[in-house]
């Protein structure tokens, strides 16, 4: 699936009457927002520093699904939860329980208590990161992602969306019946999808 | 069985009152059928196909789309002839063990994706292993004329009805617009339940 392959066929349906550059745009909120559903799932690694709690979600993530430390899961906990756990939570060291998505920023996670120990080498002798190579105490993360390049059959859907953007906007070509019932099929089709 | 996609834009641009293309150029109107055929299939699961996963030793997750690039969605994992069992969610293996990510068995057991891209094959075990992945098959794109659809015939009725509906859409035509689209909407959703 391409942007250009959805915003062609949305054109289709726009009599290229759409404007192109807002096209683009609109598809990039689309994809935005299907990587908040879950669709497209990663696993990455992330290396740990001793005692060092705060990570960033890796580059082209939008939001966590869950997180290991060395072998174990963590347990997603609220900022509530863990204050109400032990309010000086931040200073504790130790081997991580547990991980916090909405503590300072949208593109961190928190982990508690923060890892005692510093991940091995990211060094993959076999070329299996997530197999054999896997590095001990080191935080893999599974997490949704913006992905522009997968998943062919999404890309009718995706136009009508886009289209529903596009001519809900004030602009010359607004069609407010046209665009509600694009956004409507969108919809469905999205949900029978899932 | 298959049926060229060639008549059925005919019927298609009979019933939008186009018969002449002047509105919908018939390579358009196969290019909806493209999109209609694959909504269908990756809904109803109709056109199944497989490939082998290679897997690595330890290793439990899988990208699907990188492995099977016209997969829609993972139906079965066989290994020889043993189905894995699909479980409903990865959140399951929780309950088993918090250290199930890593842990290693003498043969894989469980599959589930998340998402839509990612396979996860329980537990990793300590040699490389080739399995059967079956998979909702994107189906192809119509190029020509002649191209057959992929879709059992029961499903062909549906294909148009769906098409002819973003015919309509795209003219704006509301009017014949809700029965068809209506109708067409509630076979899907109906061939949905029983998948």
């Known amino acids: 699936m391409s942007s250009s392959s959805v915003r062609s066929l949305a054109q289709d349906f726009a009599y290229d009457r759409a404007d192109a550059t807002r096209l683009e745009f609109h598809y990039e909120d689309a994809i935005r927002r299907l990587a908040h559903v879950g669709w497209f799932v990663d696993v990455t690694l992330v290396s740990v520093d001793a005692t060092t709690g705060l990570f960033t979600i890796p580059s082209g993530g939008v939001s966590i699904i869950g997180v290991f430390h060395d072998d174990s899961i963590l347990d997603e906990l609220s900022i509530i939860q863990v204050e109400a756990l032990n309010p000086e939570w931040r200073d504790v060291v130790g081997n991580p329980k547990a991980y916090i998505t909405n503590d300072e920023s949208r593109n961190n996670f928190t982990i508690y208590p923060r890892p005692a120990m510093k991940s091995k080498d990211f060094s993959f002798i076999t070329g299996t990161p997530l197999g054999e190579d896997f590095p001990e105490y080191a935080v893999a993360v599974i997490h949704t992602k913006v992905d522009t390049d997968e998943a062919e059959f999404l890309e009718l859907p995706l136009a009508l969306r886009v289209l529903a953007e596009e001519f809900s906007l004030e602009s010359q070509i607004r069609d407010e019946p046209f665009a509600k019932l694009c956004k409507q099929l969108s919809d469905i089709f999205i949900r029978v999808l899932e | ?195």
Do not use: C
């Open chain 2, 1 to 195: 069985m298959p049926e060229a996609i060639g008549p059925h834009i005919d019927i298609v641009l009979q019933r939008v009152r186009d018969r002449g293309a002047a509105l919908h150029p018939r390579a358009l109107v196969m290019r909806m059928f493209t999109h209609t055929q694959r909504i269908i299939n990756t809904v109803m699961q109709l056109v199944i196909s497989s490939g082998t996963l290679t897997t690595t030793p330890h290793r439990v997750f899988y990208p699907i789309y990188k492995t099977f690039t016209d997969a829609t969605r993972v139906v079965a994992v066989r290994d020889g002839n043993r189905d894995l069992i699909k479980l409903p969610n990865w959140e399951r293996l929780n309950f088993r063990s918090r250290k199930w990510s890593r842990g290693v068995g003498a043969e894989y057991r469980a599959f589930t994706e998340i998402g839509r891209s990612l396979l996860l094959i329980f537990p990793g075990v300590r040699d490389a292993r080739t399995l059967t992945v079956y998979y909702t098959k994107l189906t192809g794109a119509f190029v020509n004329e002649d191209d057959q659809t992929e879709i059992p015939d029961e499903y062909l009725s549906l294909l148009s009805d769906l098409t002819a509906s973003l015919l309509l859409i795209r003219a704006r035509d509301f009017k014949d617009l809700q029965n068809m689209l209506s109708g067409s909407l509630d076979q899907v959703r109906e061939g949905l339940s029983h998948v």
